[in-house]
């Protein structure tokens, strides 16, 4: 009943007790009874203020509810038990690709919205966050995150209502974090740490014989060095695409660390296992004569029966690949000195002519100075990759025939000292370090790159300068013509105890004058 009706209601019962009532009585009944009905009626105009106070809180809390529906980011939805819309946002509709409302309500929710029905969860389960993966309209899978309840009325389910957000890009970020702690970035093999954890799952009867094949890529630092570290990961990325073009589907390939390479072979006899290896080096014999030939030492060992440790028999894989990279090591040396020539010879404007003229001169200096055969090799070395460090410069500095700009010359300056760090940093070549760190050095200390005077310059880089700058200047650059025999020698003889040593010259000169 309306509060206005019990206010009526409450004033005609009141009216009939005032007559009945004798008039000795009357006055104080109807003092009691106004009283009461003052306060009757103050409570339900109290009531009433509630009332009209809880009807525009309800309406405004209607209002803001549309509101959150309407424009939420979220997708918000009500469905059937059955499996059909009944009511949907702007932003669900948006979120699967629907042109409108009307067209995603008619679609049933278990057979043409969700990739899979078992993704969609049971009644008993929905009153819970879950994630599932959802089709739009085009039939682009994405993945969400639904919040939903089950609406009962009569402890009978009657409807769903739920919250769906979009998560696609976060799985993706999941995915590539999990991809990331299994894979190496650079080449996409797998990484040491699954290796390690996959050697535990392939150890055992079934999968035996289980051969073990590790690889070592030669020079790597070399090119790291003398090429930059671009190089040395594109090097890197050719091997890895080398191993998996030899391996099947099940072999297990991974980057084992900064040079070296790791595969499992299941059910793979130790012959076959050799057989893939000699493939391998097969196809990097062809690549000898590219710009950087791939090389790599392999070594491969098999576990045959349950009770060998599985440790010893990675480790007897690992001592044939050191063993093999020893046996090879003449070749592989070999193998560096040819790409490092071929490098710049191919940046610069040094030639094998010119390396072999500078090679016959020095060598024949160093004979007539008595100098030990080790010494005398050294000279042989020099006279090829005395300017090694030039291969880490542009072409256009080394090939352009113009003057250099001030910019220009402070980088050619460096190419003695990187030309240092290519040879220190590799074994084959240590013993010629010192020697290229000291070809642009000045008798009287004006030289680069550390002003060295003197005897202080090494002997070997003291014969280079002289042999070097008397062949350029008779063969001639495209920035300077060629000059007489006299006058190389005339030119000599004048730098003589200021960039050159002295008693060098004059040997020198002696050795010329005479062809």
Not at 369 to 385: A, F, Q, V
Not at 400 to 416: F, N
Not at 491 to 499: A, D, V
Request: net charge positive; aromatic share 6%; with cysteine.
């Amino acid at each position: 009943m309306k509060i206005s009706n019990k206010i009526g209601k409450y004033k005609e019962l009141n009216k009939s007790h005032f007559e009945e009532v004798p008039n000795s009585k009357a006055a104080i009944n109807e003092k009691g009874a106004t009283s009461s009905y003052k306060t009757m009626v103050l409570k339900l105009s109290k009531l009433a203020n509630i009332q009209k106070k809880t009807e525009k809180l309800s309406k405004k809390n209607e209002e803001h509810y549309k509101s959150l529906f309407e424009n939420s980011l979220d997708g918000i939805y009500k469905s059937g038990i059955d499996g059909d819309y009944i009511d949907v946002n702007p932003a669900l509709v948006k979120m699967l690709g629907y042109d409108n409302k009307e067209e995603l309500l008619s679609i049933n929710i278990p057979n043409q919205i969700y990739v899979s029905k078992g993704y969609r969860l049971s009644l008993r389960k929905k009153n819970k966050l879950f994630e599932a993966q959802l089709k739009k309209k085009d039939g682009t899978p994405i993945w969400v995150e639904i919040s939903a309840r089950v609406i009962y009325k009569k402890e009978k389910p009657v409807y769903y209502e739920g919250i769906v957000r979009n998560i696609t890009e976060r799985k993706k970020a999941e995915e590539k974090i999990v991809h990331l702690s299994f894979h190496d970035s650079l080449t996409g093999l797998y990484n040491r740490a699954y290796f390690e954890e996959e050697i535990k799952r392939q150890d055992t009867q079934r999968q035996l014989p289980l051969s073990f094949t590790i690889g070592d890529i030669n020079r790597l630092k070399l090119v790291n060095d003398a090429l930059g570290h671009l190089e040395g990961d594109r090097l890197i990325v050719k091997v890895a695409e080398l191993l998996k073009a030899f391996c099947r589907k099940e072999d297990v390939i991974a980057r084992w660390g900064g040079d070296e390479f790791t595969i499992i072979f299941p059910k793979t006899k130790k012959e076959n296992a050799e057989e893939i290896i000699n493939r391998i080096k097969n196809v990097c014999i062809l690549t000898s004569k590219h710009k950087i030939p791939i090389s790599i030492s392999l070594g491969t060992a098999t576990k045959e029966k349950i009770k060998q440790d599985i440790k010893e028999v990675i480790k007897e894989a690992e001592d044939n690949m050191y063993r093999h990279k020893l046996i090879e090591r003449k070749s592989i040396y070999s193998s560096i000195i040819s790409s490092l020539e071929r490098t710049l010879y191919e940046k610069s404007l040094e030639t094998r002519d010119h390396a072999e003229r500078l090679k016959k001169l020095s060598q024949e200096m160093g004979k007539i100075i008595n100098l030990p055969n080790n010494k005398i090799d050294e000279l042989s070395l020099l006279s090829t990759l005395h300017d090694i460090g030039k291969i880490a410069l542009s072409e256009e500095i080394l090939t352009s025939g113009r003057g250099l700009t001030k910019k220009e010359w402070v980088l050619v300056k460096k190419h003695p000292e990187i030309g240092y760090n290519i040879c220190e940093s590799n074994p084959q070549l240590a013993h010629i370090a010192e020697g290229v760190l000291g070809h642009h050095e000045w008798w009287n200390g004006d030289g680069y790159p550390h002003g060295l005077k003197g005897d202080n310059i090494p002997l070997t880089s003291r014969i280079i300068s002289i042999v070097d700058a008397y062949d350029v200047m008779i063969t001639g650059r495209t920035y300077k013509k060629a000059v007489t025999k006299k006058e190389a020698i005339k030119e000599l003889k004048r730098c003589s105890g200021t960039q050159f040593d002295p008693k060098l010259v004059d040997i020198f000169i002696g050795i010329v004058s005479k062809v």
